[in-house]
């Protein structure tokens, strides 16, 4: 099933399986949507404790509830870059009850090539009949303002969202551009390799700087952890680097107020970011 990004087809999902007094679960860093589109059908959003900024299946299957309803878990996580590998995720599945829709969020999925244990959900899906595996052309395929995701589903699934979805969601200019971006192998392979070298360059680059921490990543950005110390702190780091003409992201709202986010751009980008990170604490 086709949506105006795969945020469309997270709240579809919602609308579907959720209502009023239900719960909806997700990993204590999770993508921002789960919660407010929950809120949006009047559920209740529910929160599992991370293990070092991962998300933890025993933490997880101890807050499920007889109300909860659906369970996300986006692998790689947005925004700490953190993943759980095919055995937790399929242990995840066995600890849920039937009628709870298991969601992978896969995302960032075209990134982790080289990672053999991970799995982006499509196995859990053939499997059986409650999980539900979305992705999207925002991340690898560079085409986030054209809005284009997809998820694969069980047969029951996929019915109740395309009776729930609107009927030209996706328009015609974006079905091209999705379909030219799913013959350009060349370019995606490009950026995977591209996204390897100089995420790995940065981090290296980053945790040279005395007071700051580049945490590993296995998406297209890197969580930099600065001082909370007035001043130098990542408040104080954002104001300095958009002032640059550098955009970071602060991610205060997904519990980590001490980091930014920095996605990985083209490398002279990166050697901008990196002269505004070090001028900032240099300054």
């Known amino acids: 099933v086709c949506g ?15 209502g009023p007094g239900d719960e909806v679960l997700y990993s204590q860093h999770g993508f921002l ?17 991370e293990t070092n900024m991962t998300t933890s299946v025993d933490a997880l299957l101890a807050a499920v509830t007889e109300k909860t309803k659906i369970v996300f878990v986006a692998n790689p996580n947005n925004p700490t870059g953190t993943y759980i590998n095919d055995a937790e995720m399929k242990r995840l599945r066995d600890g849920l009850r039937e009628d709870i829709v298991l969601v992978v969020d896969a ?44 998820c694969y589903a069980p047969v029951d ?3 109740v969202l395309q009776r729930l979805r609107n009927p030209f969601n996706v328009a015609l200019p974006t079905q091209e551009a999705g379909l030219a971006a799913l013959d350009d192998d060349e370019f995606v392979n490009a950026c995977v390799r591209h996204n390897a070298e100089t995420l790995a360059w940065f981090r290296d680059q980053v945790n040279a700087i005395d007071g700051l921490i580049a945490h590993p990543s296995y998406g297209n950005f890197v969580l930099v952890e600065f001082p909370k110390e007035e001043g130098k702190n990542a408040d104080a780091a954002n104001d300095f680097m958009m002032a640059q003409g550098v ?30 990170i070090k001028d900032f604490v240099n300054r």
Do not use: H
């Open 33 to 49: 949507m789960y919660p407010i589109a929950t809120k949006g059908v009047g559920a209740v959003p529910v929160t599992a404790a």
């Open 107 to 150: 995302a960032y999925a075209e990134f982790m090539t080289g990672q053999e244990d991970y799995s982006a959900g499509e196995e859990l899906v053939r499997a059986g009949k409650n999980t539900v595996m979305t992705r999207t052309f925002s991340k690898i395929y560079g085409l986030g303002g054209i809005r284009l995701g997809w």
């Open 247 to 276: 955009i970071p992201r602060k991610i205060g709202a997904y519990g980590l107020p001490q980091m930014l986010r920095i996605s990985i751009g083209t490398k002279e980008e990166m050697e901008i970011c990196l002269k505004a």
């Open 157 to 159: 699934i996929a019915d």
């Open 4 to 18: 105006a990004g795969s945020d469309e087809l997270i709240t579809l999902l919602i609308r579907a399986y959720a």
